[in-house]
């Protein structure tokens, strides 16, 4: 048994479900009419008589998720049965993996560095959607939906790892990441739902589940409440007793609904409908093929080969899209430069337009020449902004935009020189402040001169000019 050394123990289930077009067994889709009951069929509904068909491209995505979590692979593919008597499952049993899973022994490391153990990745079918109409306290009676029935989940199973609720959330973020990259899960419509195990050590580690809790701020709100109830409970000599506790998000409480059950519970046999199959080194090699540059892999190449700060770098990382977008760039302009921009002034206009960078119509092209521009000082960084936020509306030449708009920066010396001039003598109060101590007053006198030159101009260049005029 694992000895624990911190106040609080966690460790995730995690239940994803893999972005593919029909379910696990059968060939009804994953996606479509939300009618209650309408993409379901004689498999899905665990009719008498009714035999699964598997899912190869599903497991192919959970291979794929094996390898990035670097966990061992089985050579071979065995399902079982889960037995339990619930109205999610039909069947009366969960198509699940237990004695075998698809991958053990993995490893994930959070952005504080510290790695947490992965124990198994397994491939299961989903259970039916239950509605409770009042809620799950109060409601008199429940609806069952078996659209998503059968839909392909991966589970991923945490070793206790995790010390804080923080390093919980931090855990599923980094999690999201890697799914994004490998391309298996869709971020904008997917299920990801995670129970948690947690324990305090005034407890001697009396371990408490909180079922299928919904988002990275719902999991690190329910697991702070439940850290605190339970060291209350400990506090007012009350015992904790081994259960399975819901997460209820608006009144922000957990509260029991049965005393856990243990592995032994579910009675797991074979599922003699599936054939074994054998997971090949030809079957594996395939896949690797396909698979990308991890996100933890580019924020090093990044630090090590661009030179560029490691919080620009796990930024930029965090995006395939964008980190992909940052690697053409960084090789024709300034690595800090393309950093920078596509860091704040990208991400700032994706995220105003709620667009991604494949929705927005942006590309490698558009950046290089932008920043190209602005690396020569030939257009200024506010000049910039204004071409990156018309950009996101309708791609265009750069180069040919900036010439036909007369947006090129105004560096003839001499003009610069007039202009500034010309703020001076129109802002008397403001000098006058300036040579009284008053620093910021050159700025106003600087924001005179950027007007006159329609933004064109370097506000270095002209705080300089100003600056040698005024003494």
Same mark, same amino acid.
């Given at each position: ?17 893999? %972005?593919?077009?029909?379910?696990? @067994? #059968?060939?009804? =889709?994953?996606?479509? !009419? ?9 498999? #899905? ?5 009714? *035999? ?34 619930? =109205? ?20 994930? &490391?959070?952005?504080?560095? /510290?790695?947490?153990?992965?124990? &198994? ?38 070793? =206790? ?23 298996? @899960? ?50 007012? %000599?009350?015992? $904790? ?7 209820? !998000?608006?009144?922000?409480?957990? @509260?029991?609904? +049965?005393? /856990? ?15 074994? $199959? ?13 698979? =990308? ?6 924020? +090093? ?42 860091? +704040? ?5 994706? %995220?105003? %337009? ?80 300036? *040579? ?17 030159? /329609? ?12 600056? &040698?005029?005024?003494?």
């Amino acid at each position: 048994m694992k000895k624990f050394t911190s106040d609080i123990v966690i460790g995730l289930e995690i239940h994803t479900e893999l %972005n593919t077009n029909t379910k696990l @067994f #059968c060939g009804c =889709p994953t996606k479509g !009419s939300e009618e209650p009951n309408t993409r379901t069929c004689v498999t #899905c509904l665990g009719m008498p008589g009714s *035999k699964p068909v598997l899912n190869k491209k599903a497991v192919e995505f959970a291979l794929k998720l094996c390898m990035a979590l670097n966990c061992e692979i089985s050579p071979e593919l065995v399902f079982s049965r889960k037995s339990y008597f619930y =109205p999610d499952m039909a069947k009366n049993y969960q198509i699940s993996q237990y004695e075998i899973p698809l991958g053990k022994k993995g490893k994930l &490391r959070l952005g504080s560095g /510290k790695e947490i153990g992965i124990t &198994r990745v397994h491939m299961e079918e989903d259970p039916a959607s239950l509605v409770h109409p009042a809620g799950m306290k109060e409601s008199a009676y429940v609806l069952v939906d078996y659209n998503r029935s059968g839909n392909p989940l991966v589970e991923i199973v945490t070793e =206790p790892d995790l010390a804080s609720p923080d390093e919980a959330r931090d855990f599923m973020k980094q999690l999201i990441i890697v799914l994004s990259y490998i391309e298996i @899960f869709d971020v904008n419509e997917g299920i990801i739902k995670a129970d948690a195990n947690i324990s305090v050590k005034e407890s001697g580690y009396t371990r408490v589940e909180i079922k299928n809790i919904t988002g990275f701020k719902e999991i690190e709100l329910a697991l702070m409440h439940e850290v605190n109830r339970q060291q209350n409970e400990i506090k007012n %000599n009350k015992q $904790i007793h081994q259960e399975t506790r819901a997460w209820d !998000s608006e009144k922000g409480v957990t @509260f029991s609904i +049965r005393k /856990k059950e243990t592995e032994e519970d579910y009675g797991y046999i074979i599922d003699t409908d599936l054939v074994i $199959i054998d997971i090949t080194e030809k079957w594996l090699n395939e896949i690797k093929k396909h698979m =990308p540059e991890l996100a933890q892999d580019k924020v +090093r190449k990044f630090v090590e080969k661009y030179r560029i700060k490691r919080d620009d770098a796990e930024i930029i990382a965090s995006d395939r899209q964008l980190a992909e977008m940052f690697e053409k760039v960084a090789e024709k302009v300034d690595p800090n430069l393309a950093a920078k921009w596509l860091r +704040r002034e990208l991400v700032r206009v994706l %995220n105003y %337009n709620k667009k991604e960078i494949s929705e927005s119509g942006i590309n490698e092209r558009h950046m290089i020449d932008l920043l190209g521009l602005i690396e020569k000082k030939k257009i200024t960084d506010a000049v910039g902004q204004q071409i990156i936020e018309k950009l996101i509306e309708k791609p265009f030449d750069v180069n040919e935009y900036v010439k036909k708009e007369k947006l090129e920066a105004v560096s003839d010396f001499s003009e610069l020189e007039k202009y500034c001039k010309e703020a001076i003598a129109e802002n008397p109060k403001a000098v006058e402040d300036y *040579k009284k101590g008053e620093a910021k007053a050159l700025n106003f006198i600087v924001g005179s001169v950027m007007k006159k030159t /329609k933004g064109k101009a370097t506000p270095k260049e002209v705080n300089d000019i100003i600056l &040698r005029l005024i003494k």
